[in-house]
């Protein structure tokens, strides 16, 4: 090619960037129909037109052509003269994705072949498309045509390609030879995409054509400035850095290697954000192309179905967005094929014709969620169970014994796929457990969620980074283990003497006694050893250590036990990848390199879960916790308690939901500034409180080593000095508000034989520093209306706490005792509301059903609803969200909780009003 | 001038390759030189559960974490303990490093392809698939090894 090559590499990148969003600006077009965006139209005419200009000065002629035909569609559009349809939409896409091949196959374009595009471009141009009057050229015949000349032209490529290969064939199986292949279409997926070149032109009608524009993006990636002006500040802290650290060095100076390394260490850890700051990219790129696949598929398989995509701002590392394309897709497929019925179906079931799918992104608790929802017919977990009996894939005791969720789960399982025929769409019976392996490659799980007649929902967690994982180093015998923080909920640590009361066995199964609930348990030792070489229970698994070490993990699905020999530090490891001949541990999910230059083996826990089949392990406890624990549904409100003693007969609780974290500090990291106490914390300081200083208590002995519960308030962290932890507990609140009510604490319960008193942080807080609430606003200024609250709860304890709390801060609340009352209560009329705080575990009525009257009702679904939880669990919320809930809040999160009511009620009313009044 | 002292093999047929040949077991293997990234020691080896039987372990290569396969194993002969003598030697085979363990490292033997037949099909009871050739020597023979068809190996647990 003659033209500079420089010039044309722009060229291809600023087309594709002008290309990316055609295609969906082209469906914009093509739902509006005969109300023409002109404004729209305007803007894929100027991209078409600079792409026909550039192409024209570089002499790139075919794309020239071509961007001219599809520039007349366009200036007609805008001029009103044509009416978009979807044929002329449809031919109009195709050219546009024709035009994005010969840009990423600039070197050969200009001896491809535009001309059955431009054709059909002139023809919709000169009227021969439109549908005015009787048409000329019906689109089937339109379609046929294409498709005859792409078969024309595909036969004669054979030939070529034949030529291309025939060494090649000579060795490979016969599948492979492009020539065998059924279809024309088949033919161009499956030819290596490097060597037919010259079939480009047939590309554009065959549907896997994203990936010419896939490669050409992976090439480069876009940095913001800003982030590159900081990268460069960093390299110039870290040069500054590293010569103060010579010069210490040479002078022997050790006085200043204190501050050095901090300084090092900050910029490190900065260099690093930043870095995997410069990886992350939009999740839109990836979902960009959806709205085409669902119109595709729509029209292929007769289906009418909206895509809604919600959350294309969310963020997540390269290699992520490069991974999720394609199990995206298949999902997408599965619910066009399988998911959405035909809208003669929907009509039989009072649907609407069009059926919606909603796929959706939002970060949860670090990790990023994907939602792949449909309405449509959903999966029958009766057909399932049959299907895998007879498959052979579960038996009918097993079958039996699932639950609905867990027979939806079995689509997951290999050889399974939810067609009953195999269609050309989906349903080959490799589906969706190669959708769960990819996804569990990175570190991401999946689970699905049906009813049956209403839709089908797939939920994915991903992590948001691959590249730097916070990590768990254990030890297993002699070696080294990492395991993702992500995956560990807690720690548990089992003294010799209290084995035998913690851990039982059922049915084989060793399991833990933990809080109630019955844990399945795994021992490392027997998952990384070869078969056969371990022996002994427990008892002998490490004779001389003191005690044992379980790590309780999550997977997502389940959650076990596992055993390890003892627990190293936390670290940020760098996640590398094992080589080819260790693709199939099915227990490992990478390596890292640790600080001492040894490798360890990043642990992955589902593999384990899988490995060790521990799923009817898991049916196991919820059975015995079904049958154990009936009073399940007496809405006993349990509080998850972290219990701990200041001095040795003065035992005190917090409520977990509350606090941040624990950290275990040296006695001398205390620092006492102004008789206040201060923590030094990771380059900060944190406010200490000591309980003795703030309610009546006796004086903690001195200790080398403290924990410390840190929690916020005010957006400041404050850490609460706890000298010995006890125990974490789910503990049913009977509590009494009466014998050891002071400021500070809530009241006491008896925990074991030891009472307890319940201990407010926040009172705490408010206690030792006065000052932190004063720069609040009052809920409402003088003189106005105080804001009134509807509070639905039926703990006493709660209701009181919260109701309290509210006052406090001069709402008006009016309390109940369920959902019922409340109901009641609000249309007695008797009051006018501005905001509902409900509980969701009440008699009578629950809260659920309390938000789902309000909101359906016409005079007060107005009303803003915030729910309490103990524990915000996802399916909770979930449902929350479907009845209406506007908010969720952590009932003893007090900030958080007044932070939401004055967002609800706009910061309207006065807190010199106290009223009270109990229903 | 420079193209003039390069070796044409089209002139006479016979080109020159270097060998870098280790032992394992009684057997001398030769590897192609230009296949062979580095030879280190290091006694570190990080084993991996599950792993198939004919790899040992990883091992930290400065920062890349690298398989080292037994090569013992992969041609059937017994475990041995490690000796001193020990060395991995890293090969690059599809863009990967990977390090065969072999019992001790010989010569690098310079071979014209005349000086190299075919492997006999059956060489101390291993398959001749993994043999790319065979020098005789005045001492005895050198087996070529094909890396690609060595690492191809699976499921000989």
């Known amino acids: ?919 | 001038m420079a193209m003039a002292l390069l070796e044409n093999p089209k002139e006479t047929g016979v080109t020159e390759q270097q060998f870098a040949t280790f032992y394992v077991g009684d057997i001398l293997l030769g590897v192609d030189i230009r296949q062979v990234q580095e030879i280190n020691r290091q006694s570190e080896v990080t084993p991996v559960p599950h792993a198939p039987s004919y790899v040992r372990g990883v091992i930290n290569l400065r920062g890349e974490v690298t398989t080292v396969i037994d090569l013992r194993t992969v041609l059937g002969l017994p475990q041995a303990e490690a000796s001193r003598e020990c060395r991995n030697l890293i090969v690059n085979s599809q863009g990967e490093s990977i390090g065969f363990l072999v019992d001790r490292i010989s010569d690098i033997l310079a071979l014209r392809s005349d000086q190299i037949t075919p492997a006999p099909s059956n060489l101390n009871g291993i398959q001749s698939r993994f043999f790319s050739g065979v020098h005789v020597l005045e001492t005895g023979i050198v087996v070529l090894l094909n890396v690609e068809e060595a690492l191809a190996v699976q499921g000989t647990e």
């Not at chain 1, 016969?174 to 060597?195: I, N």
């Not at chain 1, 010569?243 to 050095?260: E, F, H, P, V, Y």
Request: proline share 4%; glycine share 6%.
């Open chain 1, 1 to 919: 090619m003659s033209c500079d090559d420089d010039l044309v590499r722009e060229f291809v990148v600023e087309a594709n960037e002008h290309l990316g969003d055609v295609e969906n600006q082209f469906l914009i077009i093509e739902e509006a129909g005969d109300n023409v965006d002109v404004n729209l139209v305007n803007e894929v005419f100027r991209a078409i037109h600079s792409i026909k200009g550039a192409a024209g000065f570089l002499g790139l002629t075919k794309v020239n052509d071509l961007a001219h035909s599809l520039e007349n569609v366009l200036n007609m559009m805008r001029n009103l003269e044509l009416k978009p349809n979807s044929q002329i939409v449809e031919v109009m896409l195709k050219s546009a994705d024709r035009l994005l091949g010969l840009i990423n196959d600039i070197e050969n374009s200009n001896s491809a072949d535009v001309t059955a595009f431009t054709v059909q471009l002139e023809k919709i141009a000169n009227g021969a498309f439109s549908g005015g009057g009787a048409e000329p050229v019906s689109p089937d015949s339109v379609a046929v045509e294409a498709s005859v000349s792409v078969a024309a032209k595909v036969d004669s490529m054979d030939d070529e390609i034949e030529r291309a290969f025939a060494a090649k064939r000579a060795e490979a199986a016969q599948a492979s030879a492009p020539v065998e292949a059924p279809e024309p279409k088949s033919v161009l997926a499956e030819s290596p995409a490097p060597q037919v070149a010259e079939a480009a032109p047939e590309q554009a009608n065959n549907p896997k054509k994203e990936t010419a524009p896939a490669a050409a993006s992976d090439t480069s990636i876009r940095v913001s400035v800003g982030v590159l002006d900081k990268l460069m500040n960093l390299a110039g802290e870290l040069v500054l850095s590293r010569n103060q650290l010579m010069q210490a060095i040479a002078s022997k100076d050790r006085s200043g290697l204190d501050t050095i390394a901090s300084r090092l260490d900050q910029v490190t850890s900065e260099v690093q954000e930043s870095i995997m700051q410069t990886r992350m990219q939009q999740i839109g790129t990836v979902f960009g192309k959806f709205p085409r696949i669902v119109r595709d598929l729509g029209n292929k398989l007769g289906k009418q179905c909206n895509l809604e995509i919600t959350g294309k701002e969310v963020e997540v590392d390269k290699t992520i967005i490069e991974a999720i394309g394609d199990p995206l897709t298949h999902l997408i497929r599965n619910s066009m094929d399988h998911g959405i019925e035909s809208p003669a179906d929907r009509k039989k079931k009072n649907k609407p014709e069009h059926g919606t799918m909603h796929l959706k992104a939002c970060y949860q608790a670090g990790k990023v969620r994907l939602e792949i929802e449909d309405d449509g017919a959903g999966i029958d977990p009766k057909k399932l169970r049959e299907k895998a009996v007879s498959k052979g894939i579960i038996t009918q005791d097993r079958a039996d014994q699932m639950g609905d969720r867990e027979a939806i789960r079995l689509i997951f399982h290999p050889g399974f796929s939810m067609a009953a025929k195999v269609t050309d769409v989906s349903g080959r019976g490799v589906g969706m457990d190669v959708v769960r392996t990819n996804i569990a490659k990175l570190g991401g799980t999946v689970d699905v969620d049906s009813v049956i007649g209403k839709g089908t929902k797939v939920i994915i967690t991903l992590p948001l980074t691959l590249a730097i994982i916070p990590s768990l180093i254990v030890q297993c015998q002699q070696d080294r283990f990492a395991v993702p923080q992500v995956n560990i909920v807690e720690l548990v640590r089992l003294r010799r003497e209290e084995l035998d009361k913690r851990v039982g066995r059922v049915q084989d199964a060793e399991v833990l006694r933990l809080r109630g609930k019955l844990l399945p348990l795994i021992r490392l030792n027997e998952v990384v050893e070869a078969p056969g070489s371990v022996q002994g229970g427990l008892e002998n698994n490490a004779p001389e250590e003191q005690a044992i070490n379980i790590l309780v993990v999550d997977t997502g699905q389940q959650s076990f036990g596992l055993i390890v020999d003892s627990l190293h530090d936390s670290e940020e490891i760098v996640v590398k990848p094992l080589g080819r001949h260790l693709k199939t541990c099915p227990c490992l999910s990478g390596a890292t390199i640790l600080g001492d230059g040894h490798v360890a083996l990043i642990l992955d826990v589902a593999g384990i879960a899988q490995h060790e089949e521990i799923r009817c392990a898991e049916d196991l406890s919820k059975n015995t916790k079904k049958k154990s624990s009936p009073s399940d549904d007496e809405h006993l409100d349990e509080q998850h308690l972290l219990l701990f003693s200041n001095h040795a007969h003065e035992h005190f609780a917090v409520t977990m939901d509350v606090i941040s974290r624990i950290d275990r500090i040296r006695a001398e990291q205390i620092d006492s500034v102004g008789g206040q106490e201060l923590l030094q914390y990771r380059n900060t300081t944190m406010s200490l409180l000591r309980l003795e200083n703030c309610i009546t208590a006796k004086p903690a002995h001195a200790k080398d080593r403290l924990y410390v519960i840190v929690f916020e308030v005010a957006g400041k962290e404050v850490g609460l000095v706890a000298p010995d932890l006890e125990d974490i507990r789910d503990i049913s609140t009977a509590i009494d508000m009466v014998t050891f009510r002071e400021r500070g604490v809530m009241g006491s319960m008896v925990v074991g034989e030891n009472t307890t008193r319940l201990v407010d942080l926040f009172e705490l807080a408010d206690i030792a520093h006065p000052e932190w609430r004063e720069d609040e606003k009052p809920v409402a200024e003088q003189g106005e209306q105080p804001p009134r609250v509807l509070l639905a709860e039926d703990s006493n304890f709660f209701r009181k706490q919260v109701a309290e709390m509210m006052r406090e801060k001069g709402y008006v609340v009016v309390d109940c005792e369920d959902g019922l009352l409340a109901w009641e209560t609000l249309n007695s009329g008797q009051h006018e509301f501005d905001v509902i705080v409900t509980d969701i575990e009440m008699p009578n009525m629950n809260g659920f059903e309390f938000t789902d009257r309000v909101k359906q009702s016409k005079h007060w679904r107005h009303l803003p609803v915030i729910a309490l939880t103990s524990l915000a669990g996802s399916a909770d919320i979930q449902r929350g969200i479907e009845v209406g809930i506007d908010d969720y809040q952590i009932k003893m999160d007090r900030d958080k909780l007044l932070n939401s009511l004055h967002n609800f009620t706009g910061g309207k009313a006065g807190n010199n009003v106290r009223q009270l009044q109990t229903v």
